[in-house]
């Protein structure tokens, strides 16, 4: 299944990348290497790291489509990669305006109410 272009992103007119692979960042073992395989087992490329860091300097070096991060990690998390991974793509400025999809996720439960 291909990965679906963000509503925002399309209804903003922004180009989101379609090729490159995509990056699992989860300080969670276990964790980024299950949803790795599930997205391989569907036929997508991907590279897993475990630290905002080496999201970021995984970007900056390869192919990257699409970033899933887990939103609650030690020293930064998925907050800290959205705002630092879009300032450094404000500061490339693209021609073509493209920029990563970002997916933020925890496997946290949920604060009682």
């Known amino acids: 299944m291909p990965l679906a272009t963000p509503l925002a992103a ?3 007119g922004a180009a989101v990348r379609s090729s490159g692979a995509l990056l699992v960042c989860d300080d969670d073992t276990v964790s980024g290497l299950l949803l790795a395989e599930m997205l391989r087992s569907d ?3 991907v590279v897993v790291v475990d630290s905002v860091a080496a999201a970021l300097e995984h970007r900056r070096l390869g192919d990257t489509r699409a970033v899933i991060s887990d939103l609650n990690m ?3 998390g ?3 990669l959205t705002k630092r991974l879009r300032a450094e793509e404000r500061a490339e400025a693209k021609a073509d305006g ?3 999809a970002l997916i933020i996720c925890s496997g946290d439960p949920a604060p009682p109410i």
Do not use: I, N, R, S
């Open 10 to 12: 399309h209804a903003a």
């Open 78 to 80: 998925g907050d800290e």
């Open 98 to 100: 493209a920029h990563t």
């Open 43 to 45: 036929g997508h490329a």
């Open 74 to 76: 030690p020293m930064a």
